[in-house]
C-alpha cells in the first residue's frame, strides 16, 4: 500500500512538474511581450498562468491594468492581482500593493498598510539600488505618518510574519 501511494506522488510530481512548463513559457514570453510594448500580447500570454497561481504572471499582468498599458486602466483588477502575488510572496506585488493602498488607488488609502507591505517586501529583497530605492520610498513614507500608524504597521508585520494574514 505505501508503495503504491509512493508511485501516485510521483506520478502526481511529474504531471505537476510538466504542467508548470507551459506555465512557465506563458509567463516568459508574457513578460518578453510587456517588455517590448506588445501589450495584447502580454495579456494574452500572461493572463492563463496568472488564473493558474503564477505569482510572477499576476505581478506582471497588475502592472498593466494599473498603469493601463493597451487596456483601460483598472485599479480594482490592478489590486486583485497585485494581492494573489504579495500573498505569495512576490516582491513586485507586494510593492504594487503598497502604491495603490499609499494612492488610495482600488483600495482605501492606508498609509500603515502601505508601510507595511514596503517593509515585508524590503525583508527579502537583496542588496542593490532597487532595495535601497524601496527602502527610500518606505523611510518617507514613515516620515508622512503618525505614531499610531506606525505601531499599527509594525503589528501588520507581524501578522503577516506569525500569521501569514494580510490586511
Given at each position: ?9 510521483a506520478?502526481?510530481a511529474l ?6 512548463v ?18 495584447g ?6 493572463t ?7 505569482a ?15 487596456v ?8 486583485f492581482?497585485?494581492?494573489a ?34 517593509t ?21 513614507l ?26
Amino acid at each position: 500500500m505505501l508503495r503504491r501511494w509512493s508511485q501516485l506522488l510521483a506520478i502526481a510530481a511529474l504531471v505537476a512538474g510538466m504542467a508548470a512548463v507551459p506555465a512557465l513559457a506563458e509567463t516568459d514570453a508574457g513578460i518578453e511581450a510587456l517588455n517590448k510594448g506588445d501589450y495584447g500580447i502580454a495579456l494574452k500570454e500572461l493572463t492563463p498562468p496568472a488564473r493558474e497561481g503564477d505569482a510572477r504572471a499576476e505581478a506582471h499582468l497588475a502592472s498593466i491594468y494599473h498603469y493601463g498599458l493597451g487596456v483601460a486602466t483598472s485599479f480594482s483588477r490592478a489590486f486583485f492581482w497585485y494581492r494573489a502575488a504579495a500573498l505569495q510572496g512576490n516582491t513586485d506585488g507586494q510593492i504594487g500593493l503598497a502604491i495603490l493602498y499609499f494612492n488610495g488607488q482600488g483600495v482605501a488609502k492606508d498609509l500603515a498598510v502601505a508601510h507595511m507591505w514596503l517593509t515585508v517586501a524590503l525583508d527579502v529583497m537583496p542588496e542593490g539600488s532597487d532595495r535601497e530605492r524601496v527602502r527610500a520610498d518606505r523611510d518617507a513614507l514613515a516620515q508622512e505618518m503618525t505614531a499610531a500608524q506606525l505601531q499599527r504597521s509594525a503589528d501588520l508585520v507581524q501578522n503577516w510574519y506569525h500569521k501569514h494574514q494580510a490586511p
